[in-house]
């Protein structure tokens, strides 16, 4: 039997192998030929290819914030990775896998889980919710005396809650993540330097110079489009002019996480006082979120070793232990 845990990003799809680790770590996304709907190229080829091509060509992204909102192409995308690291059609069948899920997900989303599990021919499949895979990702010994209190924000989704190895005390997935801060970069370039810049060049941009540290000014050249007269320009962007936006959605996820911690009983705020706020997912590496938050929620901030890989390792810990996999597996 072949054991995976599989977390289907909305931005990055990453998969951990029983015996080997991570095996893959690709952007979730399909270049397909608009008319034909041929599949051109998968994860790290069709990002490559974002705002960069012909009309003709489209860039689905299969799970948008968390939801799989493409069912076809989310099964040729798990489909291709999957025989990427050596998972055939013919050896699908004898695979196990856990797949991660939002905090609180719904029924209809596992039924689309369910049936994209059928349609790549898995031999079994089970369901997770983010934020225990993100604590065992980090190490933190789950039990059910000593609740912790765990955010995860990618790049489509948050996972906040509160919970120990008995189950989520408090919790929400919200579909906000890294994402809303490339879209709100690329507005606000376009009203204070009257340029319009591409999904890449803002993404790049928030994880060159983004940082919640407001004295922070480093600076990267961008090029893009004149909105005015229509010719490519290139300006220089420092740290200081997208800290709005960085801020923004910083304070965004901070609301909700005080929403989540106004909810805890109150043995339960004693314990999460004590441990602090275990804090992972890609967008957590942004320079300084860290210690912001941990000044908005007057607590201790833990950041992941690993922030974007930590509900991956998680999987792969609880892949290979059966007792910690029953406690935390969602019953269907
Ligand atoms: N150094 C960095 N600074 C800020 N953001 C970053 C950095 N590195 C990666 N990111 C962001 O992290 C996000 C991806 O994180 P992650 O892989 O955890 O998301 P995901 O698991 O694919 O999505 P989700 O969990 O939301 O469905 C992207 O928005 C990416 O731009
Ligand atoms: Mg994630």
Known sequence: M??????????????????????????????????????????????????????????????????????????????Y??????????????????????????????????????????????????????????????NEADPVFVVDIGGGNTNIAAFSLDGIIVGIGLNIGGGNIDSHIIDHIAASFNLKIGLQTSEKLKCTVGSLYANDNESMVV????????????????SSDIYPCVKAFADKVIQYMLLVVAKLPAEVSASVYRNGIFLSGGTARMIGLDDYISRAMQMDVNLADEPQMAVILGGGRAVGNDDILDAITIDC
């Not at 090029?223 to 420092?238: E, F, L, Y």
């Open 223 to 238: 090029n893009g489009r004149d909105i005015t007269t229509g010719r490519p320009r290139a300006v220089a962007v420092s």
């Open 81 to 142: 990775f999957l025989k990427k690291i050596g998972v055939s059609r013919s050896k699908a069948k004898k695979t196990e896998v856990l797949f991660s899920v939002p905090c609180g997900a719904e029924d209809e989303l596992l039924q689309k889980y369910a049936r994209l599990a059928d349609a790549c021919g898995l031999g079994g499949f089970r369901f997770v919710e983010t934020p225990f895979l993100a604590a065992l990702g980090q190490n933190i010994s789950l």
């Open 2 to 79: 072949i054991k995976l845990a599989i977390d289907l990003g909305s931005s990055v799809t990453k998969i951990f192998k029983i015996g080997s680790g991570i095996v893959l770590a690709e952007p979730s996304c399909v270049a397909v030929a608009s008319g034909t709907g041929t599949v051109k190229a998968i994860g790290e080829e069709a990002k490559l290819l974002i705002g960069k091509t012909a009309e003709y060509t489209t860039i689905v992204f299969p799970v948008f914030e968390a939801n799989i909102v493409d069912a076809e192409m989310a099964a040729v995308m798990l489909g």
